[in-house]
């Protein structure tokens, strides 16, 4: 469930904040995978944004990075509490 939310944090720069996100998540938060950095998630992040050629699904992505954001510290670390079935396909 975790890589799924650190996929899913793959987004666009522009908007939303991918780099917010993952600073969020890796340094505010303490969430930790091995070897994972603030750019790598950014990196995917911006690929994840850009995957979607439909606009509801493109939405709901932009949606799920700033869910990641906003996210409460305690929620991030336990699990994925912005993950959506619809959004996450892999």
């Excluded at 993952?22 to 995917?44: I, S």
């Excluded at 510290?73 to 994925?80: D, P, V």
């Amino acid at each position: 469930m975790l890589s799924l939310l650190l996929l899913g944090l793959s987004l666009s720069a522009c908007s939303p904040d991918c780099r917010g996100a993952c600073e969020h998540m890796l340094l505010e938060c303490g969430v930790e995978r091995a070897a994972y950095t603030v750019e790598d998630c950014t990196t995917q992040c911006e690929q994840y944004l850009a995957h979607y050629a439909d606009d509801r699904q493109r939405a709901e992505s932009r949606t799920a990075v700033a869910c990641v954001k906003n996210a409460d510290c305690a929620a991030l670390r336990e699990g994925t509490p912005c993950y959506d079935e619809e959004v996450y396909v892999w």
